[in-house]
T-cell receptor, first 117, second 112 residues
Framework: NAGVMQNPRHLVRRRGQEARLRCSPMKGHSHVYWYRQLPEEGLKFMVYLQKENIIDESGMPKERFSAEFPKEGPSILRIQQVVRGDSAAYFC???????????????FGEGSRLTVL | AQTVTQSQPEMSVQEAETVTLSCTYDTSESDYYLFWYKQPPSRQMILVIRQEAYKQQNATENRFSVNFQKAAKSFSLKISDSQLGDAAMYFCALGGSEKLVFGKGTKLTVNP
């Protein structure tokens, strides 16, 4: 049973380019979360998605960032016109969680490290 | 809003000794979960232990145990018989109706 798969593991972009990070949740999981981790800091929530729906995007910057989780295929976090401040590790997590039966645990991928030159 | 505070940026312990990492939180929800995650240098987030708020009994997983004080909103992690492989960043997390909220982490060093 494969875990949460993220790719690429490492991505280098120049300022102004676009970055696309992909996440395939664990089999059977329909909830996907994206978190950002800056150096020496904890994980900051960005967005929570279910298939074809954004449930909570309260942590997403208003501009340049978008996320989707289509009916088929992985979830994608897209950063347009990247700036140096976007350099960070981006973690995806998935969960089968529903409030009635779940445990609340998130299963994390290994992260995608974005470096903006 | 839910918040998680880890007041110890760094801690160190001698191998085979015991160490306690502190965490306090705030939430208005009555039904929630608390977690400790470990992040070694590989950066993989690994679940260490989980506590359901409705359970009074403290969770235990081998050498890891928690002291859950619901009224004080405190959730500390005790690591017994520390091993070199325990060296990592440790994050306390609070899960309510939707997402997990993380503290800033405590860097644990284990000295041989």
């Amino acid at each position: 049973n494969a875990g949460v798969m993220q790719n690429p593991r490492h991505l280098v972009r120049r300022r102004g380019q676009e970055a696309r990070l992909r996440c395939s949740p664990m089999k059977g999981h329909s909830h996907v979360y994206w978190y950002r981790q800056l150096p020496e800091e904890g994980l900051k929530f960005m967005v929570y998605l279910q298939k074809e729906n954004i449930i909570d995007e309260s942590g997403m910057p208003k501009e340049r960032f978008s996320a989707e989780f289509p009916k088929e295929g992985p979830s994608i976090l897209r950063i347009q016109q990247v700036v140096r401040g976007d350099s960070a590790a981006y973690f995806c997590a998935s969960s089968p969680w529903n409030r009635a039966t779940g445990t609340g645990e998130l299963f994390f991928g290994e992260g995608s490290r974005l470096t903006v030159l | 809003a839910q918040t998680v505070t880890q007041s110890q940026p760094e801690m160190s312990v001698q191998e085979a000794e015991t160490v306690t990492l502190s965490c306090t939180y705030d939430t208005s929800e009555s039904d929630y979960y608390l977690f400790w995650y470990k992040q070694p240098p590989s950066r993989q987030m690994i679940l260490v232990i989980r506590q359901e708020a409705y359970k009074q009994q403290n969770a235990t997983e081998n050498r890891f145990s928690v002291n859950f004080q619901k009224a004080a909103k405190s959730f500390s992690l005790k690591i017994s018989d520390s091993q070199l492989g325990d060296a990592a960043m440790y994050f306390c997390a609070l899960g309510g109706s939707e997402k997990l909220v993380f503290g800033k982490g405590t860097k644990l060093t284990v000295n041989p």
